[in-house]
């Protein structure tokens, strides 16, 4: 598997914002989420707060995923780039680039989005508000 990715970065919403932003499919729909256990470099249990699914990370539009596929999408300099892998510092972008990974973007990194119920990715590099639960 790799390197696997540090447990802080798993689990619903906090104050802090350091846990990271699926999009997965619950059964019924696409739908925010954030990780509950990583099981390999490409596969998690993701949560909704009501529904747990095991997903494989997939390159495809957010909208597009499946029944068993998630999402990871990063601001990569304005540009939103999907994850076909992840690592404990790394992901592989869907362009083929491998690049560290963080929450703010600043310097040679993308920017990881924080778990919560907005549906937009802050490309504008300001996350102070975002994924709090207060912006739909």
């Known amino acids: 598997m790799g390197r696997p ?16 932003k699926v999009q997965f499919h619950n059964g019924t729909a696409s739908v925010n989420g954030w990780i509950v256990k990583q099981k390999g470099s490409k596969k998690f249990v993701c949560s909704d707060g009501t529904v747990e699914q095991t997903c494989t990370l ?8 499946a029944a068993g596929e998630m999402t990871i999408t990063v ?8 994850v076909v892998k992840i690592a404990a510092h790394t992901v592989t972008l869907d362009n083929g680039d491998r690049i560290n990974w963080d929450f703010t973007g600043a310097g040679d990194t993308v920017e990881m989005e924080e778990a919560g119920d907005d ?15 207060d912006d739909v």
């Open 5 to 20: 990715l540090n447990k802080r970065y798993f689990g619903p919403p906090t104050a802090g914002g350091n846990e990271i």
């Open 119 to 133: 549906t937009t990715i802050d490309l504008a590099g300001t996350d102070e508000d975002d994924f709090e639960g």
């Open 75 to 82: 601001d990569d300099g304005g540009v939103a780039r999907q």
């Open 58 to 65: 997939v390159d495809k539009a957010s909208a597009a995923v």
